[in-house]
C-alpha cells in the first residue's frame, strides 16, 4: 500500500464516546499532520509533528490528543467531543519542515466525523 | 495574522468554457501551491512554484503568480467534468507551515 491512509473513513459518535483516528504514510516523510475540515471555513491546521516530535499545537481544545509512536503512524484520541466537532479530519505528511519547496504535504482521504 | 482570499468562492460553468479563480495574500510569501480536493478525498498537489512572475503550465491548467508575491491565478481552458473539485492555494510565508486558502468550489456541468 502507498500513500497516506486513514481510518477508518467515517465514523460516528456520541459526546460521551472515546473513539481513535489513526493515519499511516508509507512514503517515508519526516512530518505528520492534523488538519479539520468545515464547511465554509479554511483547512485548519491543528498538530504537527516532526521527527516524532509535536512542534504546533494551534490551540486546540484537549478533548483532541495526539500520538506519534513513530514517523509513519499517527493518531488522534477524542473524548467528550462536542456536535460542532462535527467535520473532515484530514491527516498529511511531508517530507521535511522547514525547507521552501519540500513542504508539499501529502493529504489521507480524512474521515467523516458526525458527532450526535 | 496572514490571510488568503481566494474567489470566487463557488462557480458552476458549461463544459468546454473556461475559466480563471484568483487566490489573494495579505502578505508576501515564500512560496506557493494550488491543490484540488475531489469530494471524499484529501487534497492533492497540482503546482508549486517559488518565484514570483512565473507562470507554469499544466495542461489545460495554466497557473500564474503575482511579481510582487502576494497574488495568483489558476485559468482552466475547456472546462471538463473532471475538472470538478475544491480548488486550494496554500502559501508559505517562511514559518514553516502551510496556510491554505478559502478554496474554490468548482462544478462544471456535462
Known amino acids: 500500500e502507498t500513500g497516506v491512509t486513514q481510518t477508518p473513513r467515517h465514523l460516528v459518535m456520541g459526546m460521551t464516546n472515546k473513539k481513535s483516528l489513526k493515519c499511516e504514510q508509507h512514503l517515508g516523510h519526516n512530518a505528520m499532520y492534523w488538519y479539520k475540515q468545515s464547511a465554509k471555513k479554511p483547512l485548519e491546521l491543528m498538530f504537527v509533528?516532526?521527527?516524532?516530535?509535536?512542534?504546533e499545537n494551534n490551540s486546540v481544545p484537549s478533548r483532541f490528543s495526539p500520538e506519534c509512536p513513530n514517523s509513519s503512524h499517527l493518531f488522534l484520541h477524542l473524548h467528550t467531543l462536542q456536535p460542532e466537532d462535527s467535520a473532515l479530519y484530514l491527516c498529511?505528511?511531508?517530507?521535511?519542515?522547514?525547507?521552501?519547496?519540500?513542504?508539499?504535504?501529502?493529504f489521507g482521504p480524512g474521515t467523516r466525523l458526525l458527532v450526535l | 495574522t496572514q490571510l488568503l482570499e481566494q474567489s470566487p468562492q463557488f462557480l458552476s460553468i458549461q463544459e468546454g468554457e473556461n475559466l480563471t479563480v484568483y487566490c489573494n495574500s495579505s502578505s508576501v510569501f515564500s512560496s506557493l501551491q494550488w491543490y484540488r480536493q475531489e469530494p471524499g478525498e484529501g487534497p492533492v498537489l497540482l503546482v508549486t512554484v517559488v518565484t514570483g512572475g512565473e507562470v507554469k503550465k499544466l495542461k489545460r491548467l495554466t497557473f500564474q503568480f503575482g511579481d510582487a508575491r502576494k497574488d495568483s491565478s489558476l485559468h482552466i481552458t475547456a472546462a471538463q467534468p473532471g475538472d470538478t473539485g475544491l480548488y486550494l492555494c496554500?502559501?508559505?510565508?517562511?514559518?514553516?507551515?502551510?496556510?491554505f486558502g478559502t478554496g474554490t468550489r468548482l462544478t462544471i456541468i456535462p
Open positions: 498529511a505528511s511531508s517530507p521535511l519542515m522547514g525547507l521552501v519547496g519540500e513542504e508539499t504535504q501529502y
Open positions: 509533528y516532526n521527527f516524532k516530535e509535536q512542534t
Open positions: 496554500a502559501f508559505n510565508f517562511g514559518n514553516e507551515k502551510l496556510t
